[in-house]
C-alpha cells in the first residue's frame, strides 16, 4: 500500500510539472541527444540536465524530460521596402554617394540601380540623378517558434554569430545553406529565436577558438595550452556536452590563439563601400632624392642600379599609384603626400614636426623598422594607423599594422598544409644543428617522422653534408615527404642532389621546408632539381604569371613599358587594400575583422589584434615549384 502511495505522488508530480514546464519525448532508435535537442529547440545541456542516465546510454524506448524550450513564439515585425517615386537632385562639390545617401536616408546601391551610369563612372559636380523614394511596409511574420531573421553586424564572422546564439558553426551552415563563406555586414541569416538575453556576447578581453574534427581536450592543451579545466571553467556546456566540431570556444585572453593558422575564404570589400569621402593617405619611403643629380639622366640610372633602396621604393610607388587610379574607379579618391626619409632619423624627426598628420587616415611606411617606430610612436597619440610594408616592426604599437606574417605563422602554415593531406606518406626531416629546434618542432608534429642531422667534421664541428648511406632504407614506396631545415647553401644542395636521384615513379618525394632562404636560391641550387621535387614552402606572397597578361599586369606594361616586380605589386596590393578597407567602415579600425581575409594580385591580408598592441596579417601562402615556374599550391 505504502508503495501504491508512493507512485501516486510520484505520477501526479510528474503530470504537474509536464503540464507547467515540460513534455516527454520516447527515444526512437536511432535518434541522438543533439537530434532531440534540435526537434524541441533546447539544448542538449539542457535535456542531460533531467535525464542524467542518458549520459551513458540512450536505449530505444527510453522516455525522456524534455524542457520548455527558451526560443520566443512570437510573431516577428518584418519590414519591407516599397518604392514610391524618384527626387531629382543636382551634385554640388565635395558631394558623394555616401553624403548624399545620408542626406536622403538611402542606401548607396539603391541610388547606384536608380542611376545605373554611376557603376562605371564617378560622380561630378553638376551630375543631374534620380534619388529613389521608398515607404516602409510593417508584416507579422510567424516563425513557428523555430528560427528568426538576424542582420549580420560589422566585423561578424560565421564564429561570432554561431557563439552568439549558442550553436556550433555547422549549425549555423545548417540553417542558412545558401550563406556566403565570409559574412558580409548586412546578410541576413536564420539563427535560433531566443530571447536577447539569452543571447551571449563576445568579450574582446578573451580569445576565442573554433574546435576542429576530431579534437579533443589533449589536443588543444598541446595546441593552446589551456588545461581541461579552464576551459570548462570558461565553457560550462563542456562539463554536460563536451567537445563538438564547429564549437566556439572562449579561451584565456593571453593563450595565443593566432598560430592556429585557420581557412577564410576572401571577401570582396568592394561589393560594401559606404564611406566614400576622400582618404588623405602619406606614403613614406627613402627615396634620397638629394643625393640624385636630376640633371643628368645617365647618373640618375646608375643611382637608381646602385641604390637597393631607392630601386625598390620607386617599384613600390609605382605600385601606389596604380592602386590608387584602381580605387578612384570604384568611386574612392585619395590625397596622396609622398614624403622622402632619406631613411634618416634626423630627416624624420623634421618631417614629423613640420608636418600635421592627425587628419590624415592612414601613413604607409616609412620602410625601414627603426623609421617606422620612431612615426608611429608619434602618431600614436592622435591614433593614426601606421602600415608597415615589406618589414617586420620593432614594436607592434595600438596603432601599428604589421602587413608581413611573421615565422611563426609560414611554419605553422605548412605544418598544417601537411595535416591536411589525408593521404598515407613517410615523413623525413633532415637539418643541421643549427636548425634543431624546428627540427624537433616538426618531429612533434609528425611523430613518425625520420630525423636526419648533418655529420659532424673530426674537429666535431658542423661540415654541413650528409652520405648517401645516411638515406638507404629511409624512403618508402608511395609519397615520401622531405623538410630541409638550413640557410647553408651547401648543405641545402647537397641533400637536395642526392634525394633527387632517389625520386621515382613508385617512390615519390616532395621538398618541403618552413623557411625558404637564400640557402634555397643559391648558384649551387638547380631549379629542375626543385621542381622535380615538387618544392613547398610557405611564403608570404604568391608570384603573378606575367605570361597571363591579367588587367593589372597590362595596365601596369602600358603605363611604364615594363613588367612589375613584386615591390610594384606589393605597394598595388598594400594600397589598394588599404583604400578598400576605409571606404568599407569609419576608420581602418572599424575595418580591421579576422574575419575578413582579402586577396589582390599576389598578396592577401587579414588582420588580428594583439591584446595590448597592434594588428598583424595571418594571411600566408604555400607555394610550390612546379615545371619551373612557382605556383599556389591547392590542397
Known amino acids: 500500500?505504502?508503495?501504491?502511495?508512493?507512485?501516486?505522488?510520484?505520477?501526479?508530480?510528474?503530470?504537474?510539472?509536464?503540464?507547467?514546464?515540460?513534455k516527454t519525448h520516447k527515444v526512437k532508435k536511432g535518434e541522438t541527444i543533439e537530434q532531440i535537442a534540435k526537434l524541441y529547440l533546447v539544448t542538449p545541456f539542457d535535456i542531460l540536465a533531467l535525464n542524467p542516465d542518458a549520459k551513458k546510454e540512450l536505449k530505444p524506448d527510453t522516455v525522456?524530460?524534455?524542457?520548455?524550450?527558451?526560443?520566443?513564439?512570437?510573431?516577428?515585425?518584418?519590414?519591407?521596402?516599397?518604392?514610391?517615386?524618384?527626387?531629382?537632385?543636382?551634385?554640388?562639390?565635395?558631394?558623394?554617394?555616401?553624403?548624399?545617401?545620408?542626406?536622403?536616408?538611402?542606401?548607396?546601391?539603391?541610388?547606384?540601380?536608380?542611376?545605373?551610369?554611376?557603376?562605371?563612372?564617378?560622380?561630378?559636380?553638376?551630375?543631374?540623378?534620380?534619388?529613389?523614394?521608398?515607404?516602409?511596409?510593417?508584416?507579422k511574420v510567424s516563425l513557428n517558434n523555430t528560427i528568426?531573421?538576424?542582420?549580420?553586424?560589422?566585423?561578424?564572422?560565421?564564429?561570432?554569430?554561431?557563439?552568439?546564439?549558442?550553436?556550433?558553426?555547422?549549425?549555423?551552415?545548417?540553417?542558412?545553406?545558401?550563406?556566403?563563406?565570409?559574412?558580409?555586414?548586412?546578410?541576413?541569416?536564420?539563427?535560433?529565436?531566443?530571447?536577447?538575453?539569452?543571447?551571449?556576447?563576445?568579450?574582446?578581453?578573451?580569445?576565442y577558438y573554433t574546435v576542429l574534427k576530431s579534437e579533443g581536450f589533449m589536443a588543444l592543451n598541446r595546441k593552446l595550452g589551456v588545461t581541461q579545466d579552464q576551459l570548462e571553467g570558461l565553457n560550462p556546456e563542456l562539463k554536460e556536452g563536451g567537445l563538438k566540431l564547429g564549437?566556439?570556444?572562449?579561451?584565456p585572453g593571453d593563450i595565443e590563439t593566432t598560430n592556429v593558422v585557420m581557412d577564410v575564404a576572401n571577401t570582396n570589400l568592394s561589393a560594401n563601400l559606404k564611406n566614400l569621402s576622400a582618404k588623405r593617405i602619406a606614403l613614406m619611403l627613402p627615396f634620397s632624392l638629394n643625393k640624385i643629380d636630376v640633371d643628368s639622366v645617365q647618373d640618375a640610372k646608375k643611382m637608381i642600379r646602385k641604390n637597393g633602396l631607392l630601386s625598390v621604393s620607386l617599384d613600390f610607388h609605382t605600385g601606389v599609384l596604380m592602386a590608387l587610379d584602381s580605387a578612384k574607379q570604384l568611386g574612392i579618391s585619395t590625397n596622396l603626400k609622398v614624403i622622402d626619409t632619406r631613411n634618416q632619423i634626423a630627416e624624420i624627426s623634421k618631417i614629423l614636426e613640420a608636418n600635421d598628420f592627425s587628419?590624415?587616415?592612414?601613413?604607409?611606411?616609412?620602410?625601414?623598422?627603426?623609421?617606422?617606430?620612431?612615426?608611429?610612436?608619434?602618431?600614436?597619440?592622435?591614433?593614426?594607423?601606421v602600415?608597415?610594408?615589406?618589414?617586420?616592426?620593432?614594436?607592434?604599437?595600438?596603432?601599428?599594422?604589421?602587413?608581413?606574417?611573421?615565422?611563426?605563422?609560414?611554419?605553422?602554415?605548412?605544418?598544417?598544409?601537411?595535416?591536411?593531406?589525408?593521404?598515407?606518406?613517410?615523413?623525413?626531416?633532415?637539418?643541421?644543428?643549427?636548425?634543431?629546434?624546428?627540427?624537433?618542432?616538426?618531429?612533434?608534429?609528425?611523430?613518425?617522422?625520420?630525423?636526419?642531422?648533418?655529420?659532424?667534421?673530426?674537429?666535431?664541428?658542423?661540415?654541413?653534408?650528409?652520405?648517401?648511406?645516411?638515406?638507404?632504407?629511409?624512403?618508402?614506396?608511395?609519397?615520401?615527404?622531405?623538410?630541409?631545415?638550413?640557410?647553408?647553401?651547401?648543405?641545402?644542395?647537397?641533400?637536395?642532389?642526392?634525394?633527387?636521384?632517389?625520386?621515382?615513379?613508385?617512390q615519390k618525394i616532395i621538398l618541403m621546408t618552413t623557411n625558404k632562404n637564400k640557402a634555397f636560391e643559391g648558384k649551387e641550387i638547380s631549379n629542375y632539381h626543385l621542381s622535380n621535387l615538387k618544392f613547398h614552402y610557405p611564403s608570404v606572397n604568391k608570384t603573378i604569371d606575367v605570361g597571363s597578361r591579367n588587367s593589372f599586369v597590362k595596365a601596369y606594361m602600358n603605363t611604364y613599358n615594363v613588367s612589375p616586380n613584386k615591390y610594384a605589386v606589393r605597394g598595388f596590393d598594400l594600397t589598394l587594400d588599404l583604400l578598400l578597407r576605409l571606404a568599407s567602415g569609419d576608420d581602418l579600425y572599424e575595418a580591421y575583422s579576422s574575419d575578413i581575409e582579402t586577396e589582390y594580385i599576389e598578396n592577401k591580408f587579414r588582420y588580428s589584434k594583439k591584446m595590448f598592441g597592434g594588428y598583424y596579417n595571418q594571411a600566408v601562402y604555400v607555394v610550390k615549384f612546379e615545371d619551373l615556374t612557382i605556383v599556389e599550391a591547392k590542397e
Open 1 to 22: 500500500m505504502k508503495k501504491l502511495l508512493i507512485i501516486i505522488v510520484i505520477l501526479l508530480c510528474s503530470f504537474s510539472a509536464i503540464a507547467q514546464d515540460y
Open 64 to 139: 525522456l524530460i524534455i524542457p520548455t524550450s527558451r526560443v520566443k513564439n512570437e510573431a516577428i515585425a518584418e519590414d519591407t521596402k516599397e518604392l514610391i517615386d524618384y527626387k531629382k537632385h543636382k551634385v554640388r562639390r565635395k558631394e558623394t554617394l555616401f553624403s548624399i545617401s545620408q542626406k536622403y536616408g538611402v542606401e548607396i546601391e539603391d541610388i547606384k540601380k536608380a542611376n545605373t551610369s554611376l557603376y562605371s563612372k564617378n560622380l561630378r559636380k553638376g551630375d543631374r540623378i534620380k534619388i529613389p523614394r521608398f515607404k516602409t511596409v510593417v508584416n
Open 148 to 207: 528568426k531573421k538576424y542582420v549580420v553586424a560589422p566585423k561578424e564572422g560565421k564564429w561570432r554569430v554561431a557563439y552568439k546564439f549558442g550553436i556550433t558553426v555547422p549549425d549555423l551552415e545548417a540553417l542558412n545553406p545558401n550563406m556566403n563563406d565570409v559574412l558580409q555586414p548586412g546578410d541576413e541569416l536564420n539563427v535560433p529565436n531566443i530571447s536577447n538575453n539569452e543571447e551571449k556576447a563576445v568579450e574582446e578581453e578573451f580569445n
Open 247 to 251: 564549437m566556439v570556444l572562449k579561451v
Open 359 to 385: 587628419e590624415y587616415d592612414a601613413v604607409i611606411g616609412p620602410l625601414m623598422p627603426t623609421n617606422l617606430d620612431r612615426v608611429a610612436s608619434k602618431l600614436n597619440s592622435d591614433n593614426i594607423p
Open 387 to 506: 602600415l608597415s610594408p615589406l618589414t617586420m616592426p620593432k614594436n607592434l604599437y595600438s596603432n601599428v599594422f604589421q602587413t608581413i606574417p611573421t615565422d611563426d605563422l609560414l611554419e605553422q602554415a605548412i605544418i598544417n598544409y601537411v595535416k591536411k593531406d589525408s593521404f598515407p606518406r613517410h615523413m623525413v626531416i633532415i637539418s643541421d644543428s643549427k636548425h634543431k629546434a624546428i627540427s624537433d618542432k616538426l618531429k612533434g608534429e609528425f611523430p613518425s617522422a625520420k630525423q636526419i642531422l648533418s655529420r659532424k667534421n673530426k674537429k666535431n664541428k658542423e661540415a654541413y653534408f650528409i652520405y648517401q648511406q645516411d638515406l638507404e632504407n629511409v624512403f618508402k614506396t608511395g609519397t615520401n615527404i622531405v623538410f630541409l631545415e638550413t640557410d647553408n647553401e651547401g648543405f641545402a644542395s647537397n641533400v637536395i642532389s642526392m634525394i633527387n636521384g632517389l625520386n621515382m615513379e613508385d
